[in-house]
C-alpha cells in the first residue's frame, strides 16, 4: 500500500471522528526517511509505545536516527505496517493518539507483512474486540481482552526485536526442528524470559523456599499458560509438539516453574475437554491468562497409586455439594487461586465427580508445606476439606466422570512432566559441558580426556532419547491417536535418564559439583521427584506391560 493510499484512508477517518491533538492529516504526501521504511524501525515503534506513547516513540526516532518526526508521520510509518489500515485508524483515534494501548497496537501491527506469528482466529478475534471497544467510546486500556493475544504477540516482538536469533539460540545445546515462524518466535521469546527473568532469581528463590507467583503472572501476561488450550478462552492453539518445547526451555532454567506450567495446564483440562460453554466461559480466560493459577488434588495419604481408592466425599445437600476429606501432595497447595478436586459421590469404585474450589471457599485450607529434597520453589501441601459447600455448577461433567477425566489428564500430564525432565537433564548437561571446557587437568581440558568425553556423549544420547520419545507422543496426540502408553514410555524415559544425566554431570564437576556453588547439585535433588510424581514410574511400566499385552498397536498412520 503506497503513502498516498494510507493518507487517503486516514483523511477519510478524519473527516468521521473528531480531530485528535498533534494528528492532522496533511493534504500533501510527506517525504519521509528512508531508514524509517525499514522492519526493524516498525518494531523498534511498536516497542516504545506499548511502553508509554507515541510522542515517546518519535522521540526515540530521533535518538536514532537524529531526524525530527512527528506523531502523524509515525502513525503512517505503522499503518505502513499494517494491512487493515482503517482497523488501526480508528483505535488510534479512540485512544487521541497519544497512548496505544496493547490491544489497539496489536490491531496497527497484527497483519504485518513478513511476520507471520500470530494465528489467524486469535488476530481476528483481538481486532474484533478492540474495533468493539473503540465503538463504545473512549478505551479503558484493554487491559482484561477475553483474549490475551495483544500483550502475548506485543512481547514476542519486543523481545525479538531485544535480542538477535544468534544469542538466544546460543543460550541452550538443544537443537530444534520448529513447524512453522510462529513456534519458532515462540521458542526464541521463552529462551529470552528464562535467560531475563527466570535465571537472576532461582539460586535465591529455591533457597528460600520462596514461592514466584509472581513468576506465573508474567507466564500468564505473555500467554505461556495456555498455549495448547483455545483460541476462544484465551488460549494459543498450539500442538502439545511445541507446548512441551516450551516447558523444557522453562525447566532447563528453573524446573519449579517448569512444573508448576505443567501443573496449571493439567488443572484446567477437565474444564477445557468436559466443562460446559458456561462454565468454559466464566473460568477459562482468567485461568489461560495467569489472573488464577490452578492446583491438581488427586492424591491423598492412602490413594496414590491407586486413584479409585480415595475417601474425600462429596455429599448432595439440595444444590450444593457438601465436601469432606484431604488430599496430599497437592502442587502450589496454598497458593493457588482455585483447586480441581476429586472426590467419591457414590459408593462405586468409580463413584468419582470433579469440582472446580475457589481457594477462599470457607472450610477448604492448607496444610503446613512438606519439607521436600528438592523443587524448594514449588509449594507442596496436604489441602484439607471441611464442610466445603460447592454449587452443583462446579461440578465439571456428570456425576462419575471424575476418574475418566482424571486419568485421561494424566497422560497429557506425563507428557508434561515428561519435557520438564528433559529440560532438567539439558540443563546439567549444558553446565557440564559449559565446565568440562573450561576446566583443565594434566595440561588439557578435561572434556578432551576420553573418560569425561564418553560420559558426556552418554548423557547427550539419553537426553536426545527422552526428546525423542516425547515429542512422537505428542505428535500422536496431536493427530487425535492413541497416545497412552506412548506417554507412559515419555515419562519413564525421560525421568530415569534425568536422574542418571543429572548424577553424571555431578561427576563431570566433581567435588565443586557437590557444593551449591553450581546448579548441578540442585538438578540431581530435583530429579529424582520426577520418577515419582504423575505416577510412579513402576506404575508407567505397569501401564506399558498391559498394553503390550492387549494389542501390538503396530499402525501406519499418515501424518495430518
Known amino acids: 500500500m503506497s503513502c498516498a493510499e494510507v493518507l487517503r484512508l486516514l483523511r477519510e477517518r478524519e473527516a468521521a471522528c473528531s480531530p485528535a491533538p498533534n494528528l492532522h492529516v496533511a493534504d500533501t504526501e510527506p517525504s519521509l526517511p528512508a531508514a524509517l521504511n525499514s522492519r526493524p524501525l516498525q518494531r523498534a515503534v511498536v516497542h516504545e509505545a506499548t511502553s508509554g506513547s507515541l510522542r515517546q516513540a518519535a522521540w526515540a526516532i530521533e535518538r536514532a536516527t537524529g531526524q525530527n518526526i512527528g506523531t502523524r508521520q509515525l502513525m503512517e ?20 493518539a497519544v497512548h496505544i494501548d496493547a490491544a489497539e497496537l496489536l490491531v496497527l501491527t497484527c497483519d504485518a507483512p513478513g511476520v507471520n506469528m500470530i494465528p489467524s482466529g486469535l488476530r481476528d478475534a483481538t481486532r474484533a474486540t ?3 471497544h473503540a465503538a463504545a467510546g473512549p478505551p479503558q486500556a484493554f487491559r482484561r481482552l477475553p483474549v490475551k493475544g495483544a500483550l502475548r504477540c506485543l512481547g514476542l516482538r519486543m523481545s525479538l526485536n531485544d535480542v538477535s536469533p544468534r544469542q538466544l539460540e546460543g543460550a541452550m545445546s538443544a537443537r530444534r526442528l520448529l513447524p512453522n515462524e510462529e513456534s519458532l518466535g515462540l521458542i526464541r521469546l521463552v529462551r529470552k524470559l528464562a535467560a531475563d527473568e527466570l535465571a537472576p532469581r532461582v539460586d535465591a528463590d529455591e533457597a528460600n523456599e520462596a514461592f514466584p507467583r509472581d513468576v506465573f503472572r508474567l507466564l500468564g501476561r505473555v500467554g505461556l499458560l495456555g498455549l495448547p488450550y483455545s483460541e476462544a478462552y484465551g488460549g494459543s492453539s498450539l500442538s502439545y509438539e511445541v507446548y512441551l518445547q516450551v516447558v523444557e526451555e522453562i525447566a532447563s532454567v528453573w524446573v519449579s516453574v517448569g512444573v508448576g506450567v505443567s501443573v496449571h495446564v493439567l488443572s484446567c483440562f477437565g474444564l477445557a475437554t468436559m466443562g460446559t460453554e458456561e462454565q468454559k466461559q466464566e473460568w477459562l480466560p482468567a485461568m489461560l491468562g495467569g489472573e488464577l493459577l490452578g492446583a491438581y488434588c488427586l492424591s491423598e495419604p492412602h490413594a496414590g497409586s491407586d486413584p479409585a481408592a480415595m475417601q474425600t466425599r462429596a ?6 455439594y457438601v465436601l469432606n476429606g484431604a488430599k496430599a501432595w497437592t502442587t502450589h497447595g496454598g497458593h493457588a487461586d482455585y483447586y480441581k478436586v476429586m472426590a467419591r459421590t457414590s459408593e462405586d469404585r468409580t463413584g468419582i465427580s470433579c469440582f472446580m474450589i ?15 529434597m528438592g523443587l524448594t520453589g514449588s509449594t507442596t501441601a496436604t489441602m484439607v476439606l471441611r464442610d466445603v459447600r460447592v454449587p452443583v455448577e462446579r461440578r465439571i461433567g456428570a456425576e462419575g466422570d471424575g ?3 482424571a486419568l485421561a489428564s494424566l497422560d497429557s500430564g506425563r507428557l508434561g512432566i515428561a519435557a520438564v525432565a528433559v529440560g532438567l537433564a539439558q540443563g546439567a548437561l549444558d553446565h557440564a559441558i559449559a565446565y568440562a571446557r573450561d576446566r583443565e587437568t594434566f595440561g588439557s581440558r578435561i572434556i578432551d580426556h576420553q573418560g569425561v568425553a564418553f560420559l558426556l556423549a552418554d548423557m547427550e544420547a539419553a537426553v536426545f532419547s527422552a526428546r525423542a520419545a516425547t515429542l512422537h507422543a505428542a505428535r500422536l496426540k496431536d493427530a487425535g491417536l492413541p497416545f497412552s502408553r506412548e506417554a507412559s514410555v515419555a515419562k519413564l524415559v525421560a525421568t530415569d535418564n534425568a536422574m542418571r544425566v543429572t548424577t553424571d554431570a555431578v561427576q563431570v564437576l566433581g567435588g565443586v559439583g557437590y557444593t551449591r556453588e553450581f546448579p548441578v547439585e540442585r538438578y540431581m535433588r530435583e530429579a529424582k521427584v520426577t520418577q515419582i510424581f504423575e505416577g510412579t514410574n513402576q506404575i508407567q511400566r505397569m501401564v506399558i506391560g498391559r498394553s503390550l499385552a492387549k494389542s501390538n498397536n503396530g499402525d501406519l498412520t499418515l501424518a495430518p
Not at 83 to 96: L, M, P, Q, S, V
Not at 315 to 320: A, N, Q, Y
Open 130 to 132: 478492540a474495533e468493539a
Open 358 to 372: 475457589p481457594a477462599d471457599t470457607e472450610g477448604l485450607t492448607a496444610d503446613v508445606p512438606e519439607r521436600k
Open 403 to 405: 476418574l475418566r477425566i
Open 315 to 320: 455429599r448432595l445437600d439440595g444444590d450444593h
Open 77 to 96: 510509518i505503522c499503518a505502513r505496517a499494517a494491512a487493515d489500515i482503517g482497523a488501526f485508524c480508528t483505535a488510534a483515534r479512540r485512544a487521541d
